[in-house]
């Protein structure tokens, strides 16, 4: 079966052997294997039974991005609600040699408007091709009001790989928020990147503006390459050391994973009442 539909995920497998799974909580994608290796960093000690967003994966963040800045986003946790809600299976979208394709959705529950008051449909749809990962949200404002529906969202990649050689491009000349250092009135940083090739050899959680929407995420012995449609900043995030701090995270797991986060988290997407926005990533295996 090429979508198997379980009690709480749902697997994807294409026929050239390539697998993917979907946890319905959260949307998130917790395993992507293509030549039977594992290309995402999921921590030994993530809670994947819906007690709290799953450390690893690729959790979607939506609507804020961080601590809410937004008016309507104040009484939400960090990086929204869709990391931690259930989502519901919808249909399959595509079946065929060429690729695997689920579609998941995520409506307001009594429990989301309590903390959050606008209308939304988002969709999530997933796909799996041979040596390739999509993923693309989909962000409906239903609203018969004239509300707006205004919000930031990215794709919290945890990418495996050994850290100590990590490498990503092209950032150069970039302006960036360096969110571990900040300025006199509590603010990140804001730097002008000046690598060819960045790192994450130190605690690095730095945020791109102007972003190019294509990335090479290169290190020894592997690459993974990103593209992206509507994300106009990416995230690079390692804790290092602080990674101890993390309450979920396994012994030592920063050495096994950058994020590279593709998002639209500076100012914010707003859609009109009837109309609707996508974001677009798709991970290909170079390496
Ligand atoms: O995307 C980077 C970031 O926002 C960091 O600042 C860091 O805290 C990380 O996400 C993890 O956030 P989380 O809420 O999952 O612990």
């Known amino acids: 079966m090429p979508v198997d539909r379980l009690e709480d995920k749902v697997v994807l497998r294409h026929p050239k052997g390539a697998t ?3 946890l319905y909580y959260g949307a998130t994608v917790t395993s992507w ?3 039977g290796i594992e290309r995402l960093f999921v921590s030994a000690n993530a809670s994947l039974d819906g007690s709290k967003p799953v450390r690893g994966g690729i959790p ?3 609507p804020c991005f961080g601590a809410p800045t937004h008016r309507d986003h104040m009484k939400l946790p960090q990086h929204g609600f869709a990391r931690s809600e259930e989502w519901s299976f919808e249909s399959i979208v595509l079946d065929n040699d060429v690729g695997v394709s689920v579609r998941l959705t995520l409506s307001p529950t009594a429990r989301i408007a309590s903390k959050f008051e606008r209308n939304f449909k988002l969709a999530y749809v997933v796909t799996l091709a041979e040596h390739q990962l999509s993923t693309d949200l989909h962000v409906y404002n239903p609203s018969e009001s004239s509300h707006d529906l205004e ?6 990649n945890y990418i495996r790989a050994p850290a100590s050689s990590v490498r990503i491009k092209p950032l150069q000349n970039l302006g960036y928020y360096d969110k571990t250092q900040q300025t006199d009135e509590g603010k990140a940083l804001r730097r002008i990147e000046s690598r060819a090739e960045v790192d994450v050899n130190i605690f690095t959680d730095s945020v791109y503006e102007n972003s190019p929407g294509d990335y090479q995420v290169s290190w020894s012995g592997g690459e993974i390459d990103i593209r992206t449609k509507s994300l106009d900043n990416v995230v690079v995030w390692n804790p290092q050391e602080g990674g101890k701090k993390i309450a979920d995270m396994e012994e030592n797991g920063w050495e096994r994973f950058v994020c590279v986060e593709p998002g639209y988290v500076r100012g914010f997407v ?4 009837g109309e ?3 974001g677009q990533q798709t991970l290909t295996i170079k390496t």
Do not use: D, G, M
């Open 151 to 156: 919000f930031q969202a990215l794709f919290h």
């Open 276 to 278: 609707k926005w996508i």
């Open 60 to 62: 979607v963040v939506f």
């Open 20 to 22: 993917v799974e979907v």
């Open 270 to 273: 707003k859609v009109s009442p």
């Open 33 to 35: 294997k293509v030549q």
